[in-house]
């Protein structure tokens, strides 16, 4: 399957400050990437989706001022939290789909945030 | 009702034995679905996406689509421990802006 890079893997924040986490597709162009987050033991919850070039679109009850999307190119797409407070401790998993008809969608590694 | 409904399990199975992993979906309209794999405190990984009536084979797994029943399953023939995980089905909704759509996912548990 296609490579999903999301850097970093873990990050431990003082609570007021912001965090940013990268999302990379390595061996294919990202059209479409999607950002979720998981708390222990529940499924995964759809934050937001965004396309290249484009606004993302942040599922009803994700605060888009909290957390900031931005995908410049079909590589990349980042994800801050800012004004990080110990409820947005979670782990925040990105997952990127290709273009031209493909419906299969890679997930990167993950990112356990911590905010103390 | 729940768009993509699983069972929580655990489903326990012995070592070599068939793991069946069922999903029942809402949406008639649906069109694509797929399989992950999740281990606990790892991303999912995608195992299987299956997107026509019928069965689709890939080594020990094995996809099973039934859109006239709404339900998808998954077979793991031989199981290994390597396979307790959680297993998500998920799927591609109609009208949905191609967002997946997951269900809560079985746990699995390979035992000696």
């Known amino acids: 399957g296609a490579v999903v890079s999301q850097h970093p893997s873990w990050v431990i924040c003082k609570s007021g400050t912001s965090v940013k986490i990268e999302c990379r597709s390595l061996d294919f162009q990202a059209t479409t990437m999607f950002w979720y987050r998981q708390f222990p033991k529940q499924s995964l919850m759809l934050m937001a989706t965004s396309n290249e070039g484009s606004k993302a679109t942040y599922e009803q009850g994700v605060e888009k001022d909290k957390f900031l999307i931005n995908h410049a190119s079909l590589t990349l797409s980042t994800l801050t939290v800012t004004s990080a407070h110990p409820e947005d401790s979670s782990f925040y998993i990105c997952s990127a789909r290709g273009g031209g008809g493909v419906t299969e969608a890679f997930f990167g590694q993950g990112t356990r945030l911590t905010v103390v | 009702q729940k768009e993509v409904e699983q069972n929580s399990g655990p489903l326990s199975v012995p070592e070599g034995a068939i793991a069946s992993l069922n999903c029942t979906y809402s949406?008639?309209?649906?069109?694509?679905f797929f399989w992950y794999r999740q281990y606990s405190g790892k991303s999912p990984e995608l195992i299987m996406s299956i997107y026509s009536n019928g069965d689709k084979e890939d080594g020990r797994f094995t996809a099973q689509l039934n859109k006239a029943s709404q339900y998808v399953s998954l077979l793991i023939r031989d199981s290994q421990p390597s396979d307790s995980a959680t297993y998500l089905c998920?799927?591609?909704?109609?009208?949905?802006?191609?967002?997946?759509?997951f269900g809560t996912g079985t746990r699995l548990q390979v035992t000696l």
């Open positions: 949406d008639r309209g649906s069109q694509s």
């Open positions: 998920a799927l591609i909704n109609t009208g949905t802006a191609s967002k997946l759509t």
